[in-house]
């Protein structure tokens, strides 16, 4: 029953498949035939923790300006102008996805000519470490 699966992920880096390919075809395997500690050679191959090493992480791609009109558009349909302000902020200002979602409607200030100022709130440690 091993030799199938050891055969199989060694099979798959010559693909280009990803590794995590791998570990969820070993998992599901394991899960669906109740195997689960039989199959200790697929998963102690040694091109197995290369492979780790070796791969380049696959990061989630930016967000299209497509969907960075949809969304706030979408937002100011449903008049929730702070949903709107907060994803056209992100995107404009390049923030992370935990920056994006501790900002609020109350932290951005939009004047009648379109300018307008986002003051994020800052941790109490980093102001601290900082010397802010």
């Known amino acids: 029953m091993d030799l199938t699966p050891q055969e199989y992920t060694e099979f798959l880096?010559?693909?280009?498949?990803?590794?995590?390919?791998?570990?969820?075809?070993?998992?599901?395997?394991?899960?669906?035939?109740?195997?689960?500690?039989?199959?200790?050679g697929a998963w102690r191959l040694p091109q197995f923790s290369v492979w780790g090493r070796l791969e380049v992480p696959s990061r989630a791609p930016p967000m299209p300006p497509l969907a960075c009109t949809a969304l706030p558009g979408r937002g100011l349909a449903a008049t929730e102008l702070a949903f709107a302000s907060v994803v056209i902020a992100a995107f404009h200002?390049?923030?992370?996805?935990?920056?994006?979602?501790?900002?609020?409607?109350d932290l951005i200030?939009?004047?009648?000519?379109?300018?307008?100022?986002?003051?994020?709130?800052?941790?109490?440690?980093i102001v601290s470490k900082r010397g802010l």
């Open 13 to 40: 880096p010559a693909q280009g498949a990803a590794k995590g390919m791998a570990s969820d075809v070993l998992s599901g395997i394991q899960h669906l035939l109740k195997t689960k500690r039989q199959m200790p």
């Open 93 to 105: 200002l390049c923030l992370r996805t935990g920056e994006a979602l501790n900002l609020c409607g």
């Open 109 to 125: 200030s939009l004047r009648p000519d379109r300018r307008g100022v986002v003051s994020p709130p800052m941790d109490e440690d």
